[in-house]
């Protein structure tokens, strides 16, 4: 949902993905921004990399399916 409305909005947004999963699931992914000037995937990020770049960003989405036993402590 995130990358299709990035399509409708000016190359002052940015949508910036970082992250990790299977060979496919990033190919996918790749193919998916494909032309989507103001999307990118910057792969997996740790430790102070990752808290830089973090603090870098205005807003951040977390898009995770957790059991509803734990969705209550996130």
Do not use: H, W
Not at 28 to 50: A, C, F, H, P, T
């Amino acid at each position: 949902l995130a990358i299709d409305a990035m399509r409708y909005l000016p190359d002052t947004y940015q949508l910036k993905i970082v992250g990790y999963g299977s060979e496919f699931a990033v190919n996918q992914l790749r193919r998916r921004i494909e032309g989507v000037s103001n999307v990118r995937y910057d792969g997996m990020l740790q430790g102070k990399e990752y808290s830089d770049y973090l603090m870098s960003c205005d807003v951040g989405i977390s898009p995770r399916r957790l059991p509803d036993e734990l969705s209550d402590y996130t």
